[in-house]
């Protein structure tokens, strides 16, 4: 039985299907229509799963770091909506990532691997903060 309480999922219209880098193994993709308007082309790239992620949004307005992380578990085949979808358990509270989500709003950028200390690497070369969403 899937669990689906504990999940985010991270949709995309543009995905890579190399996303451990140009000389990283592919991964499989299928083309569709885009979604909107059920016209043209578009790809849904299946993503790895079993994975740690890092998902980020910088802010320099107020210079801070939007930081959280997740385990990828699955990909949504739904046809509704972003051609590719990545479900992920996030680590952490996810209460307080939906909290944060609506005050920061949408358009992250996920990786894979876990990137925690270079984000806060970064953040303190620049002299930004990290806020941890999760």
Not at 11 to 18: E, F, H, L, Q, Y
Not at 32 to 54: F, K, N, W
């Amino acid at each position: 039985m899937k669990r689906f309480n504990r999940r985010e999922f991270l949709s995309r219209c543009v995905a890579s299907n190399r996303v451990f880098g140009a000389q990283g193994p592919a991964n499989p993709f299928t083309i569709m229509t885009h979604s909107e308007d059920r016209q043209g082309a578009s790809v849904r790239s299946i993503l790895p799963i079993g994975y740690m992620t890092t998902t980020l949004k910088i802010k320099p307005d107020s210079q801070q770091i939007i930081f959280h992380q997740g385990k990828t578990v699955d990909n949504d085949p739904d046809d509704r909506a972003c051609r590719t979808k990545l479900c992920v358990e996030p680590v952490g509270d996810l209460e307080k990532l939906f909290t944060m989500w609506d005050e920061w709003g949408w358009h992250r950028v996920t990786f894979y691997g876990d990137l925690k200390e270079p984000v806060y690497a970064l953040a303190d070369a620049m002299g930004w903060t990290v806020v941890e969403e999760a």
